[in-house]
């Protein structure tokens, strides 16, 4: 079972995302809040593998408590999800930071919105597609200097090759069938360089992928 906190600060939506998720099979929620530091204590105590995020509550907002649920050793297998209705680039930048796993507009499709739950519970990050572009041609455009490529001199020319798909979005299997590997060797590939990047996720590695200059935005 993939277990779910649902932090939001209006009962409603909350009731909303329980009706959505408690249907399905594989969910269940395990706890809920309506602040910021209700949201840390109570994914403190249930520990459980997606926590879905509002930014803006009470006594804080929903970045500050990522920050302090992602500090916490014990917390390090939970997977934080922003879920807004503010879709602007200085919340996704900040919410990167926070080290949150994705980042998830409330229109979002039920579909999707499911969808998003497991592919963060299975330790892929996302963000909804609208977002990511905006963000990667922010990146880009706070560029005032040449492109550091030196970074990428710890990872070997087929993880560069890798990580120059995963920057343009593409998925494990999509990887695969670009460099004719198995899903199971790309996902191998990628989590070596996750580690030789020290990057927590996929979208920390996408942004590797744009600071170094080894994609850019177009192409």
Do not use: C
């Amino acid at each position: 079972m993939i277990r779910v906190v649902i932090a939001d600060d209006q009962q409603l939506i909350r009731a909303g995302f329980r009706s959505l998720l408690e249907a399905e099979p594989d969910i269940e929620i395990v706890g809920e809040a309506g602040t910021a530091a209700e949201a840390v204590s109570v994914v403190t105590r249930t520990r459980p593998d997606v926590v879905l995020m509002d930014i803006r509550m009470p006594d804080g907002d929903g970045l500050w408590a990522t920050e302090q649920l992602v500090a916490k050793k014990e917390l390090a297998e939970t997977h934080i999800v922003i879920v807004t209705t503010f879709e602007l680039d200085e919340y996704v930048g900040r919410a990167i930071r926070a080290g949150a796993s994705g980042f998830l507009v409330k229109d979002t499709e039920p579909a999707e919105f499911i969808r998003a739950v497991r592919v963060v519970a299975a330790g892929d990050a996302l963000l909804s597609p609208g977002v990511t572009r905006r963000l990667l041609e922010r990146i880009s455009s706070q560029l005032h200097e040449a492109p550091d490529a030196t970074i990428l001199s710890a990872i070997t020319e087929r993880e560069r090759e890798v990580l120059a798909l995963v920057g343009r979005g593409m998925t494990n299997d999509e990887i695969g069938r670009e460099l004719f590997l198995s899903p199971l060797t790309a996902k191998t590939h990628v989590s070596r360089i996750m580690s030789k990047l020290a990057a927590r996720d996929r979208v920390q590695l996408v942004v590797v992928a744009y600071e170094t200059g080894l994609v850019r935005p177009g192409e």
